[in-house]
């Protein structure tokens, strides 16, 4: 068991079989602020990579899960910029998998078990930073000066939430949690207000205790053997089977194959 960034560098694949990081007390730091972690936890591509280069020591294959958990956790507090910063980690470490692996023999399976009430405000000109005010383009189609206003004549910010707390500006870093939600039908002059800023949470149209997820379908990505099974809309049971029949996994374990 390894608690350390130090311990955990250290580790050397090769003559590893069992491994278990704990590198906090409950959940990881948000990629945000995981460079300002005491015990210098690893990203989660450190992980990742960490992960494969031991289990690729068995001949007969093996299974990974890597979760980036914390972008849930962000979005239930409505603060986008965390979300989207632990997002962009997640993806290096998939790219990091990919790199790892033979997609000849390896399939990679990007998904996840649901979404949230996040949306996006137009209309944006292109080039309007994701976490900023909405600037949009005159009728000229240049962009305008300012910040495009509501009805309110209140300026909004690109991104925000159907439900959820609401706008709240924190100094702090860490788990951004906070219990004074909006009052409804109530919306926070932005203008002098820096929306880019990691404390930043965006505004929500319901207040709520907290930001829930939604119900639509989610994205399925995939490469390697049996990807092209994954066309159009599936269930989500159509996952085990294409990982099934990738890994053979009925005729391993001695069961009849799953037609």
């Known amino acids: ?3 350390t960034r130090h311990q955990f560098d250290a580790i050397n694949p090769g003559s590893t079989e069992h491994l278990l990081g704990l590198f906090n007390m409950s959940h990881m730091e948000y990629e945000e602020d995981r460079l300002n972690d005491t015990g210098g936890e690893p990203s989660l591509s450190a992980m990742t990579a960490k992960a494969i280069a031991i289990l690729n020591k068995n001949k007969k294959g093996f299974f ?3 979760e980036s958990g914390r972008i849930d956790h962000a979005h239930h507090v409505g603060n986008a910029q965390r979300a989207l910063k632990d997002t962009v980690e997640f993806a290096n470490a ?5 790199e790892m692996t033979d997609p000849n023999n390896t399939l990679i399976i990007v998904t996840a078990d649901h979404s949230h009430v996040f949306t996006i ?10 976490l900023g005010k909405v600037i949009s383009n005159d009728a000229l189609g240049n962009p305008k000066a300012t910040p495009e206003l509501a009805n309110d004549k209140l300026p909004y910010a690109t991104l925000g939430y159907n439900n959820g707390l609401g706008y709240a500006n924190l100094a702090v870093g860490g788990d951004p949690r906070y219990f004074e939600p909006s009052a409804a039908g109530t919306r ?3 203008t002098d207000i820096n929306t880019e800023s990691h ?3 965006q505004e929500a149209l319901v207040p709520l205790h907290y930001e829930t997820h939604s119900a639509e379908d989610v994205a399925i990505y995939a490469s390697g053997p049996g990807a092209s099974l994954f066309q159009g809309t599936v269930e989500q049971n159509v996952i085990f089977h294409v990982m ?3 890994g053979r996994l009925s005729i391993r374990s001695g069961l009849a194959p799953i037609k």
């Open 1 to 3: 068991m390894y608690g």
């Open 121 to 130: 405000a137009g209309y944006p000109t292109r080039g309007n930073p994701i």
């Open 94 to 98: 998939v790219k990091t998998a990919y």
């Open 188 to 190: 926070t002059d932005l």
């Open 199 to 201: 404390g930043f949470h």
């Open 244 to 246: 099934n029949k990738a």
């Open 64 to 66: 990974l899960h890597v």
